[in-house]
């Protein structure tokens, strides 16, 4: 499965976690929007379907696209939505060092790799998490519900079980 990043050059490249990803050859990197492949899924904060197996043969044939860009220029997503399949990661800690602890503020490697393990392909989420030393972290953080989401049969599913893993008010 292809992995494709937007780069929007607004993160310190040596604490970027796709550009780390692109040295290492793990990925696609593109600087301009229009270079993105189309009918590829795309990961969205702002999708209203979440991320589940049943899309996994749109991200074997067409990819899976992630943004690296801050959240102020986050609503560029909307000029590309159309032409992408936009999906939005359920809930999940980050273990990157910038947002440890953090529910839903996943660096760009850790959101790559959930959506992985949710389409089955752990091996290779390991594989790119692996580039990092807190990276493998992530997966054991996280255990339980990538394991439940990659087990649900769609978005409707993922969203029910997302609930049993956020914190209660």
Request: glycine residues 4%; aromatic residues 8%.
């Amino acid at each position: 499965m292809e992995l494709v990043v937007y780069n929007a050059r607004e993160c310190d490249p040596k604490k970027c976690t796709a550009m780390r990803l692109y040295r290492f050859e793990k990925i696609k990197m593109v600087f301009q929007l229009q270079e993105l492949p189309q009918g590829a899924i795309l990961l969205d904060p702002f999708a209203e379907r979440a991320l589940s197996g049943e899309d996994a043969e749109i991200a074997r044939k067409h990819g899976l696209v992630a943004l690296d860009c801050s959240w102020k220029q986050i609503e560029q997503i909307s000029r590309i939505r159309a032409r992408m399949v936009p999906r939005a990661l359920p809930y999940l800690v980050a273990t990157n060092p910038t947002y440890y602890g953090r529910p839903t503020t996943l660096s760009t490697v850790e959101a790559l790799a959930a959506a992985l393990v949710i389409l089955g392909d752990k091996t290779s989420a390991e594989e790119i998490l692996n580039k990092f030393k807190w990276g493998p972290t992530f997966l054991e953080l996280n255990r339980e519900p990538l394991e439940a989401y990659a087990r649900a049969k769609d978005s409707t599913e993922i969203v029910i079980l997302q609930r049993q893993f956020m914190p209660q008010e």
